[in-house]
């Protein structure tokens, strides 16, 4: 009888002496640092940046400001956010004013984890100002945000052509735009035909699908560490590749009727917006972005093992969705895949994060590069008319 009480004690007090051990190696590889999960990560603002809208949703808050860092330690970016909700410095000039550039989309146009001044947008403009043939004050309004899809930004669009009255609209689409939509559009006020006219009445931002749960082992760092790496897990595998419920690249994975069919409520946003900017004699320009998985198997390597994404090369069926768009409608876009795979090619440095899935200093001087002389092509039109 003794002899078995006495090897359940030792076998305890091994256990105990083990997780002991562990306890200490945890505390003394992580301190109070601990590891930043891969999982899927729907890039998310703090909160002191953004408010509720009854029409858009959310939208940033007027005068807000904020340092943002990676929890993977990609970046350190300062937001500031200016007196008419956009990402960006300075006040709107009354009465007589420069040319005026709006530039709409998601996160690629917001500048996630950049700063203010090397976001595209900013860097055209800084280039436009010192053409000689342009007024030396065009600015550009960055009015990108992230997880914003084409029917919110269809909606600040009009908002914007009201109130600024602009020279040239820019619209960037990507392929993480139909999910947003998807989302935004399920509970939505909509037309008859199809187009949103404002939000739900109580739309929020999508919750995260993980639970936060409190354990009473939360004290300990091993169980902190292991509950994190179980819950990326879990995370990951609950993604269900084409899926918009489970999916925040849906639409570039599947079938092409599958993903023409994700892909149809967005462009119908877009059409709507170029007819608007038509209908008053402005410019249109559509820009279409890849994601990283489309670009090159060596960007995005911690995004892809999130999004259970292989390092290979994948099909764009998307891109040939959003081609056919474009002719059909003869709208003027800018197809930057060719630009951004050649960049991803020849350049040491990332295009993309390796964890987020937009594009790094790098790809958005590269963008610059490549939309300047059509967006001062743009304006010169609007002045000769």
Same mark, same amino acid.
């Given at each position: 009888?003794?002899?078995?009480?006495?090897?359940?004690?030792?076998? =305890?007090?091994?256990?105990? /002496? %083990? &997780?002991?051990?562990?306890?200490?190696?945890?505390?003394?590889? +992580? $301190?109070?640092?601990? @590891?930043?999960?891969?999982?899927?990560?729907?890039?998310?603002?703090?909160?002191?940046?953004?408010?509720?809208?009854?029409?858009?949703?959310?939208?940033?808050?007027?005068?807000?400001?904020?340092?943002?860092?990676? =929890?993977?330690?990609?970046? /350190? %970016? &300062?937001?500031?956010?200016?007196?008419?909700?956009?990402?960006? +410095? $300075?006040?709107?000039? @009354?009465?007589?004013?420069?040319?005026?550039?709006?530039?709409?989309?998601?996160?690629?146009?917001?500048?996630?984890?950049?700063?203010?001044?090397?976001?595209?947008?900013?860097?055209?403009?800084?280039?436009?100002?010192?053409?000689?043939?342009?007024?030396?004050?065009?600015?550009?309004?960055?009015?990108?945000?992230?997880? +914003? $899809?084409?029917?919110?930004?269809?909606?600040?669009?009009?908002?914007?052509?009201?109130?600024?009255?602009?020279?040239?609209?820019?619209?960037?689409?990507?392929?993480?735009?139909?999910?947003?939509?998807?989302?935004?559009?399920?509970?939505?006020?909509?037309?008859?035909?199809?187009?949103?006219?404002?939000?739900?009445?109580?739309?929020?931002?999508?919750?995260?699908?993980?639970?936060?749960?409190?354990?009473?082992?939360?004290?300990?760092?091993?169980?902190?560490?292991?509950?994190?790496?179980?819950?990326?897990?879990?995370?990951?595998?609950?993604?269900?590749?084409?899926?918009?419920?489970?999916?925040?690249?849906?639409?570039?994975?599947?079938?092409?009727?599958?993903?023409?069919?994700?892909?149809?409520?967005?462009?119908?946003?877009?059409?709507?917006?170029?007819?608007?900017?038509?209908?008053?004699?402005?410019?249109?320009?559509?820009?279409?972005?890849?994601?990283?998985?489309?670009?090159?198997?060596?960007?995005?390597?911690?995004?892809?093992?999130?999004?259970?994404?292989?390092?290979?090369?994948?099909?764009?069926?998307?891109?040939?969705?959003?081609?056919?768009?474009?002719?059909?409608?003869?709208?003027?876009?800018?197809?930057?895949?060719?630009?951004?795979?050649?960049?991803?090619?020849?350049?040491?440095?990332?295009?993309?994060?390796?964890?987020?899935?937009?594009?790094?200093?790098?790809?958005?001087?590269?963008?610059?590069?490549?939309?300047?002389?059509?967006?001062?092509?743009?304006?010169?039109?609007?002045?000769?008319?």
């Amino acid at each position: 009888m003794i002899r078995p009480l006495l090897i359940a004690a030792g076998g =305890a007090t091994t256990l105990l /002496v %083990a &997780l002991l051990m562990a306890e200490l190696w945890a505390r003394w590889t +992580y $301190g109070t640092a601990l @590891p930043a999960p891969i999982q899927p990560n729907e890039v998310e603002l703090p909160a002191e940046l953004v408010e509720p809208d009854l029409v858009l949703g959310r939208r940033f808050r007027a005068n807000a400001s904020k340092l943002i860092e990676s =929890a993977h330690g990609e970046f /350190v %970016a &300062l937001y500031q956010i200016n007196d008419i909700h956009l990402r960006g +410095y $300075g006040l709107v000039d @009354p009465g007589s004013r420069p040319p005026y550039v709006i530039v709409l989309g998601d996160s690629f146009v917001e500048g996630w984890g950049v700063m203010s001044d090397s976001i595209f947008v900013k860097e055209i403009e800084r280039r436009l100002r010192k053409m000689e043939d342009m007024h030396y004050r065009t600015r550009l309004f960055n009015a990108g945000m992230t997880g +914003y $899809g084409a029917a919110q930004s269809y909606l600040l669009g009009r908002q914007l052509i009201e109130s600024l009255d602009p020279d040239v609209v820019v619209f960037v689409y990507t392929s993480l735009m139909p999910v947003a939509d998807h989302r935004f559009l399920a509970g939505a006020e909509i037309d008859a035909e199809g187009l949103a006219l404002r939000a739900a009445s109580a739309n929020e931002s999508p919750a995260s699908t993980a639970q936060e749960t409190r354990f009473i082992l939360d004290r300990s760092t091993l169980f902190k560490v292991l509950r994190i790496k179980w819950e990326a897990r879990t995370a990951r595998e609950a993604v269900e590749p084409g899926d918009p419920k489970t999916d925040l690249f849906a639409a570039t994975r599947g079938t092409r009727e599958t993903i023409a069919r994700l892909h149809q409520h967005s462009l119908k946003h877009v059409a709507a917006l170029a007819a608007m900017a038509k209908a008053r004699g402005l410019p249109f320009i559509f820009i279409h972005i890849p994601l990283p998985h489309q670009v090159s198997t060596d960007e995005w390597a911690n995004g892809r093992a999130a999004y259970r994404f292989e390092a290979r090369d994948y099909a764009a069926p998307d891109i040939e969705v959003v081609e056919a768009f474009c002719t059909r409608l003869e709208l003027d876009c800018i197809m930057a895949a060719p630009l951004l795979r050649k960049l991803a090619e020849r350049s040491s440095s990332p295009v993309y994060f390796r964890y987020d899935h937009t594009l790094t200093t790098i790809g958005h001087h590269a963008l610059a590069d490549h939309l300047l002389n059509k967006i001062a092509a743009a304006l010169r039109k609007t002045r000769e008319n």
